[in-house]
Structure formats: C-alpha cells, structure tokens
C-alpha cells in the first residue's frame, strides 16, 4: 500500500494525514486554481493572509487607544512612539493588501483575502 493510499501525502519535506473521505467532503466548499493549488472557505479553514491582517489591525487599534491614554497623560513623546508604531502596522496592512489586489485570478485573490 502506498502513502498515498493510506490518506498521506508528501507535504515540503513532511507528510500529511488528513482524514479519509476529507477530500470527498469539501470537494464542494473548495476551488482548484489553474497552477492546481486547493482552497477552501474561510469557514472551513481561515487562510493566512486573513489572520495576519486581522492580528495586524487589532493590533493598530489597541496602539491608537494607547496614543489616546498618552495624549490625555501629556506624554508627548510616548504620544509620538506610539505613533510612529501605529503608522509602521497601517503601511504593513496596506502593503498586504496591495499585494492580495494584484493577482491575475479574481477567484485567487478571494480566496487568499477571505
């Protein structure tokens, strides 16, 4: 019997299991892409991109309602860190999502967005 049909495929320089009849079972929440990678729904699996961006946001706005406590305290020049680190999390925000936007497949770039 082969790996393969054992439910495991080579993976980079690992293996993967996955659960017998999985592929059966999402054969219709998931899109095959032309260079024949797999996605599935966010509501099966939330891809990477969507959960970097999300940590990425809270994290801005958790670093703003710092800057406000800063502001009301007078502390300027924890005020101008603060802000400085905010602005560094917009422009890595805003550059992911220049990069999601420039895939020639609008049904790639749904799927790694959402």
């Known amino acids: 019997m082969t790996a393969r049909a054992r439910g495991r495929d080579k993976l980079g320089a690992g293996r993967l299991v996955r659960p017998p009849g999985m592929l059966k079972a999402l054969a219709e929440r998931s899109f095959k892409a032309p260079n024949g990678v ?24 958790a670093v703003k309602r710092l800057m406000k406590q800063a502001d009301r305290a007078g ?12 602005f ?14 420039d895939l020639p497949a609008h049904r790639c770039r749904r799927a790694r967005v959402e």
């Open 38 to 61: 797999a996605y599935v729904e966010a509501s099966v699996r939330e891809g990477v991109l969507p959960r970097m961006l999300r940590e990425i946001l809270q994290a801005r706005v």
């Open 75 to 86: 502390d300027r020049r924890l005020h101008r860190t603060l802000n400085a680190r905010q």
């Open 88 to 101: 560094g999390l917009k422009l890595i925000a805003n550059v992911t999502y220049g990069y999601t936007g």
